[in-house]
Every structure is written in C-alpha cells, then in structure tokens.
C-alpha cells in the first residue's frame, strides 16, 4: 500500500513537471520556428548602389540566385557566395563593365570593375601622351553604355616653298600718248620658304600657325609706261570720244578706260597688308575674310575709311590700278589707303607710298 501511494504521488508530480514543459517549451518552440520562416533584413550594394532587402535565403549565393544575378570571375563579391546568410548582413557586388574605347583608329572592348575613365584606360593598359585628348575627362564617373575616345595629338613642324607674285605698277609717261604703253621692267616672281607649326589629331592635320618665312628670290614687280599725252584734237568737234573733249567734260583717261570720277584724292597715303596681318587666326573662319563679308584677293581688295571711301566702290589708284573697297582697318583713317596683297613679304616690300592721286570710280567699274 506504502509503495501504492509513493508511485501515484510520484506519477502526479510527473505530469504537474511535464505539463510545466510543455507550457515553457511550445511557444519557444513556435517563437524560433517563426523566426526562421521570417525574412532576413541585409544591405545589398550593387555597383555603387545599395538598398536594404529581405530574403530567406541560406546563403549569399542563393541570395544571389534569387535576384537572377550570376556573378563571373571578373567580378568583385564580398562575401563569398558560401557564407550563410543573417540579418543586418552586408553584401557588396562590383560586376565587371565592356566599356569599347577609341583608340589608335580602331576601337578596343576593355573589361573593367573601375568607374572612372582613367580607371578604365588602366585596367586597359592604354598609355597616354603628354597632348593627347580624352573624352569624357579622365575623371568622369561612367555608366552602363558609356564609351571612350582618345585622340593622339602630336605637334609637328614642316617647310612649305611658296610663290610671291608680283604686281603690275603703272606709270604715268607724258612722253607717250594716251592709249599707248610701254614695258620698263618686266617682272619676276619671288620664292620663300614658309616655316609652319602644324597640330595633329590622330594623324590629321587641325591647325597650324606661321612660325617664319625665309625670302629666297625677291620678286621683281612689272613696271609698266602708261601714256598721258593728249593727241591733237581734230576738227570733228561732234565726235565724243576723242581726248580732248573727253577732259573738256570732266571725264579722265586710266588704265587704257574713260570715267567720271565721283571725287579726286590728292595727297594720299599707300601701305599694304596681308592674310596674316589681318589680326585673325589661321584656322578661324574670319581668317582672309573682309568687312564685307567677301574674301579678299590680291589685285582686288583694299581697306579704306569708309567715310572717305564708300564700301563697295571702285577706285582708281595712280600706280597701282583699279581696286575695290571692301575693308577696313583700325588704323586706315583719313586719306590712308591699304592694299591687299598675297603675303606679309610682299606687304613689307610695298612699304609706304606718298602723295598718290585716287580716283573715286564708284559702285559699278568703267
């Protein structure tokens, strides 16, 4: 009977200790059972960019798998795809970018974690010159679709023969009639050696600029015996076009053409200039081009004050011919004219002519 009642004393105490258990045990087991089934909040950096994401994920690589991410050799994981995956866990993926570069004329695909163009051109082992041209800058940040262009720059020098042409100087002869001329000098052309300093993109030519011009020949300008004697007039007195009464009627007689000049400058200044002294860049677009927006051509164009000269007008000048005013100058001022010329020898060889008479023709040439 004693041992009776010990067993069943025994046997309650028993189930008042498993019932205590199970009261304990049961929601821990629900609490950790839930924790598993809830998702892990980690930190995913993906080429720079991060957010903060849930997975149930074991692993960083099944983390991974669920993004359709595949990760190469060429790329950056940390950490390994191996490591479990837990809460507050930070995932960095650097992917390797095909980034096509320009260069030496073809175009390279260059593999690179790097961002920055700089970046990209060494892991490309793509060496640059001390001028050579990047573009975008080598400090840019660069992104999917981005592409690179070097340009090689080189600086070189080189030797030009140029011609000098001469001009036809006319003048006046009393000793001879009017209509009638005479050779005095024949001319020459000169030669030069033009020294250039060129700059080159990729082999081609961008600009160059005048360095020197070395004279070898001078040239020999045409000088040229033009007639002023007025022929005895004859008896015709209806006939218009004889000399006589052509100077009766204001008319003049240059370079074998009758006109009416609008107005006569006496006292006037001659100087010259050329392409490269008109105060413009080689290669800018103004470059030879006049205030009139036409080009200027040797034995053509001069610059004038256009207060004394109109632009567009036609002048006569004595000793140099008919010229067309199609410029101006800072320092063209007044009864000053500047002839245009082919190089800037030919304008210091013009040098500064004196007391010259010009004709003022006007729009239209005789």
């Known amino acids: 009977m004693e041992l009776s009642r010990m067993w069943d004393r025994y046997k309650n105490r028993g189930l008042i200790l498993f019932g205590i258990l199970a009261l304990v045990l049961v929601p821990m087991i629900g609490y950790f059972s839930a924790q598993a089934t809830q998702p892990k909040m980690v930190t ?40 479990k995956l837990t809460s507050g866990m930070n995932i960095t993926l650097d992917t390797s970018w095909t980034i096509p570069v320009q260069v030496d004329g073809q175009t390279k695909m260059i593999q690179s974690r790097s961002r920055s163009v700089a970046g990209v051109l060494k892991d490309g082992n793509i060496a640059l010159g001390e001028l050579d041209r990047v573009e975008p800058a080598l400090n840019t940040s660069l ?29 006046n002869d009393a000793s001879l009639t009017k209509g009638n001329t005479k050779v005095i000098q024949d001319g ?39 007639g002023t004697a007025v022929p005895e007039a004859p008896n015709r ?14 008319m003049v007689s240059r370079g074998g053409k009758v006109f009416r000049p609008k107005k006569v400058l006496n006292g006037v200044t001659l100087t010259a200039y050329s392409p490269a002294g008109g105060g413009k860049p080689v290669n800018s677009p103004g470059y030879g081009r006049t205030a009139t927006g036409v080009m200027a051509k ?9 207060k004394v000269i109109p632009l567009g007008w036609w002048v006569y000048i004595d000793g140099v011919g008919y010229r067309r005013a199609e410029d ?17 020898s030919e304008a210091v060889q013009f040098g500064r002519k004196r007391n010259r008479t010009v004709y003022i023709i006007g729009p239209h040439k005789p």
Do not use: C, W
Request: no cysteine.
């Open 328 to 344: 101006v100058g800072g320092a063209v001022r007044g009864n000053k004219i500047d002839v245009f010329v082919n190089t800037n």
């Open 44 to 83: 995913f950096t993906l080429d720079g960019e991060s957010q903060t994401v849930g997975s149930k994920a074991d692993t960083v690589e099944q983390f991974l798998a669920e993004r359709n991410i595949t990760v190469t050799e060429r790329d950056s994981l940390q950490p390994t795809p191996k490591t």
């Open 298 to 306: 040797p034995g053509h164009t001069i610059a004038v004050d256009p």
């Open 237 to 250: 007195l209806d006939d218009e076009s004889q000399p006589a009464l052509v100077a009766s009627a204001g």
């Open 143 to 171: 992104s999917k679709g981005s592409a690179i262009q070097v340009k090689r720059v080189a600086i070189e020098m080189v030797q030009e023969e140029e011609r000098v042409t001469f001009q036809e100087i006319r003048k």
């Open 188 to 226: 020459q052309e000169g030669k030069a050696i033009a020294h250039y300093k060129l700059v080159m993109e990729d082999g081609k030519e961008v600009s160059r600029e005048l360095v020197k011009r070395d004279v070898l020949t001078v040239k020999k300008d045409k000088v040229v015996a033009v």
